[in-house]
């Protein structure tokens, strides 16, 4: 099975809101990321992923995070492991539970700003509302 997923999106700002109140916000040139955890992932799957986004050449001019310094939303999301290949109610079988899932989601920030990435987060559990401007529109997938 594939581990860490994220959805990455070239943003030209992107913000997250809860009850009204905004808790992360990036201005400007960036990478939104939604970030799913499956059952086996491990810290070292953490890393690796953060690793990845950091250099990950998607920005103007094929450049990265770390070669402009552009900041990173970054934003848990289990619905990435959601299954709708069967009826029409989709399954969350595959994303791990939040005990499991949020200090890995942690793990990923705790290391994007170890290498010197500005970061800022959602609220894990929080029914949050996501704004953004897709530039391109660029959206990959990310799989570790």
Not at 97 to 119: C, I, T
Request: proline fraction near 3%.
């Amino acid at each position: 099975m594939v581990g860490m997923r994220a959805v990455v999106q070239r943003v030209n700002g992107a913000s997250v809101v809860v009850d009204g109140e905004v808790v992360g916000e990036i201005i400007g040139a960036g990478l939104c990321v939604l970030v799913g955890v499956t059952h086996d992932d491990t810290a070292a799957k953490a890393a690796q992923l953060a690793r990845k986004l950091w250099s990950l050449r998607v920005l103007e001019d094929e450049k990265s995070c770390s070669d402009v310094g552009a900041p990173l939303l970054v934003i848990s999301q289990f619905t990435l492991y959601g299954d709708a290949r069967k009826g029409r109610r989709p399954t969350w079988n595959a994303a791990a539970p939040g005990g499991v899932a949020e200090p890995l989601v942690d793990e990923v920030v705790a290391q994007l700003r170890a290498l010197g990435a500005q970061v800022e987060t959602g609220r894990f559990g929080a029914d949050m509302k996501v704004t953004l401007t897709n530039d391109g529109p660029f959206t990959v997938l990310v799989e570790v």
